[in-house]
């Protein structure tokens, strides 16, 4: 009896593990909104507010009006039996509205319009509200899976013996009871907090379920980029209820323009009836009679002028009262957009603060380390309160991040677009990251190695078949210094570079088609040694129609020299012309289409991870494309320091086209921000950190890393004091 529930959990924790697994970008969510309640309910008001619009125009103008009529009637003129007779009547008419009449009939289309009008504005503000609202409940579902990790990761210590490990110390008098205590509750505090980050979680999944209004299971979230908000950043105040103020003053004020004529109602009409004459001739004929009538009427109040006066009086003192509402309401969004702009500058601030804090939690736990396999007496204590100090301090850091990425989607409700913007320089510390203090204070304390030595630092090259599936590449813009260098071949490097991917100027160009021997000195030594060289041609103008055949020269000019490749480094991104986007992708896939038809090298090129989809690249498939015209390998320059997001955008990708070769590109360039270069990291994280994506990206058609370039890798391994 006791198998079925072990089953039951068994299989519980086998689906929780498989649904946590699915990683779901927050753009996946927004396919959904159309389905959210207050969307479906504003859709739902503005087809009725549409329906009456459409009511209100067709009672315009013409009517037409009629009536029958029948009775009895007695003639003084009439001799018996024909004194009483049946006296039946039809009238049927038309009749057209004048003056106020027509004014009234405009006004109510004017004012269905208006509403109309403020249906909309509703309709599209719940649409952004939705979507900002579902961010909103990510971010809370990102940050809670984020600090339940952590705290889980913190818990682990316990579960994995640190407690045994206090009270056998205590016991033998090495640990103060108060200490002890303080190790408990701070477990016990952690407990707790596991349990309000489960519901944190669990609510914020509810509530995307509820505003999606679709089913969805526990997901791995990616956090997106932030684009800089800043005191320069140019404000929407149109908010909601601005423009619907907006619209009703607009209305009112094209009614007092308009409407001349109020209180006098009158119409122009042409009536036609018919019936029998009166008296009958006989009771055995009845001779029929008929007719027809144009007239006017009209109708208005004795104290007109006082109507007329008071409706003016009305209209103008409506109009200066939703005036007056509008510019208080517009200084109240001022006040706000300034009040949330302060403390997301704040937040900002304490972003900085909190990661400086974890950086220093970070060393004590290593300076506490470092003296505990030195010392004896209560340094472990001391390493263990350092340990506790670092789960705080990075809870907190979660907790910031999160509520500075909250108070950026509130700061959105004021905002334009902001993708022209520049990134936001607070970058995500991973979990991976925040992680991996507590991770090797459990495998340290559990196993109670004291004098392990510290992990040697390794490298990511191609002979460490446990961190590397591919090779390691450089971009090389200045081939004189790499030619020049001292050494080049017999140095030990630290990384070990396997492929050149080498740019030449027009100079050198020239130099090298009349006199191509020292190039090619240079590639047999590379080969020799089982280097790879690859031409590297890189100015965006090439993608030009007008500049293309520049490019192809170059080709033609070199073809004799034995390169491994070709390398096209044209980027649509960074051309400066006044092309569209989608022009400037087939402009490129054109140019890539021609050098492959003369190229005797195989041919590669680098682009933007925006253009590994259709839905982002114009809905142009460029990896189909560039492979039918002729691409071997494409190589992804995804600068960023979430692994995550690198691999979850590689992996699907490399899998759909396994017969196409990919690669990763990633910078050391001292003029890309912290969140772009790991130029910005001490060389452990660079290392370590490429070692993860050679490792996680491991595949047939995986050919390794790129790193951007030469020259700043040599600079970072031997200048880097991080």
């Not at 109309?116 to 649409?127: G, H, N, T």
């Not at 984020?146 to 056998?168: F, P």
């Not at 205590?170 to 407990?191: H, K, P, Q, T, V």
């Amino acid at each position: 009896m006791r198998i079925f529930p072990l089953l039951m959990l068994f299989l519980l924790l086998m689906l929780t593990a498989n649904a946590g697994a699915e990683v779901k970008t927050l753009t996946e969510f927004y396919t959904h909104l159309e389905q959210a309640a207050t969307v479906l309910k504003a859709k739902a008001d503005l087809e009725a507010q549409r329906s009456n619009l459409n009511v209100q125009e067709a009672q315009k103008g013409w009517e037409i009006f009629g009536g029958i009529s029948a009775g009895y009637q007695k003639s003084p003129f009439a001799r018996e039996p024909f004194g009483h007779f049946f006296d039946p009547m039809g009238r049927i008419g038309v009749r057209y509205p004048l003056l106020g009449s027509a004014e009234r009939q405009q006004r109510a289309i004017n004012d269905a319009a208006t509403q109309v009008k403020i249906e909309d504005v509703r309709l599209d503000w719940s649409k952004r509200l939705a979507r900002l609202f579902l961010e909103e409940n990510y971010a809370a579902y990102w940050s809670a899976k984020k600090m339940l990790a952590l705290t889980e990761a913190y818990l682990r210590l316990r579960d994995d013996g640190v407690i045994s490990i206090l009270h056998k110390r205590r016991e033998a008098g090495l640990l103060f009871m108060s200490d002890y205590l303080e190790f408990l509750s701070a477990f016990d505090r952690a407990e707790r907090s596991q349990i309000e980050f489960s519901n944190n979680r669990d609510q914020a999944l509810i509530r995307l379920s509820y505003l999606t209004n679709s089913e969805i299971r526990p997901f791995e979230p990616v956090k997106p980029v932030l684009y800089a908000i800043d005191s320069n950043t140019p404000i929407d105040i149109e908010q909601l209820d601005l423009k619907i103020l907006q619209a009703r003053i607009e209305n009112i004020q094209k009614t007092k323009e308009t409407e001349n004529w109020r209180g006098i109602d009158s119409d122009v009409n042409a009536t036609a009836f018919g019936g029998p004459a009166i008296p009958h001739p006989s009771p055995e004929s009845m001779q029929m009679g008929y007719g027809g009538a144009v007239g006017f009427n009209f109708r208005m109040p004795i104290e007109i002028m006082s109507v007329r006066k008071n409706e003016e009086s009305r209209l103008n003192s409506l109009l200066i009262s939703l005036r007056a509402d509008y510019t208080h309401r517009d200084q109240e969004l001022q006040h706000e957009f300034r009040a949330l702009l302060s403390s997301y500058q704040q937040l900002a601030q304490q972003i900085k603060f909190q990661h400086t804090r974890l950086e220093a939690a970070r060393e004590l736990i290593r300076e506490r380390h470092l003296r505990l396999k030195m010392l004896d007496g209560d340094v472990i204590e001391k390493y263990f309160q350092a340990v506790n100090t670092y789960y705080r301090v990075a809870i907190e850091n979660v907790e910031t991040e999160s509520e500075q990425w909250k108070m950026h989607i509130r700061l959105r409700q004021f905002l334009t677009l902001l993708e022209g913007k520049g990134r936001d320089i607070h970058t995500e510390i991973n979990l991976s990251q925040l992680t991996d203090p507590l991770q090797q204070a459990a495998s340290f304390l559990v196993s109670g190695e004291k004098n392990k030595a510290a992990p040697k630092r390794t490298s990511f090259s191609a002979g460490n078949a446990e961190a590397s599936s591919g090779r390691v590449a450089v971009y090389v813009w200045n081939f004189d210094k790499l030619s020049t260098q001292p050494g080049l071949w017999e140095k030990n490097q630290t990384i070990e570079i396997d492929r050149f991917l080498i740019s030449l100027d027009q100079q050198q160009i020239s130099k090298f088609a009349a006199n191509p021997a020292p190039l090619k000195k240079f590639l047999t030594e590379a080969h020799r040694r089982g280097k790879k060289v690859e031409l590297l041609l890189g100015d965006p103008d090439w993608i030009l129609p007008e500049q293309r055949e520049k490019l192809l020269m170059i080709v033609k000019k070199l073809s004799n020299i034995n390169f491994d490749g070709l390398h096209l480094d044209i980027e649509p991104d960074q051309l400066e012309s006044d092309l569209p986007g989608k022009a400037r992708l087939e402009e490129l896939i054109e140019t890539v289409r021609q050098v492959s038809a003369v190229s005797p090298w195989p041919v590669g090129a680098s682009i933007h991870p925006r253009y590994l989809t259709k839905a982002t690249s114009f809905d142009i498939c460029v990896l189909c494309e560039l492979k039918a015209k002729g691409i071997k390998e494409i190589t992804v320059m995804y600068y960023a320091m979430n692994l995550t997001n690198i691999v979850t955008a590689l992996k699907p990708v490399m899998n759909q086209y396994p017969d196409l070769l990919f690669s990763l590109a990633q910078s050391l360039e001292s003029e890309l921000g912290p969140e772009n270069s790991y130029v910005h990291k001490p060389q452990s994280i660079f290392i370590h950190a490429m070692q993860q994506l050679q490792s996680q990206l491991r595949a047939p058609n995986f050919t390794g890393l790129v790193i951007q370039s030469w020259q700043d890798l040599v600079s970072y391994l031997h200048e880097n004091t991080l």
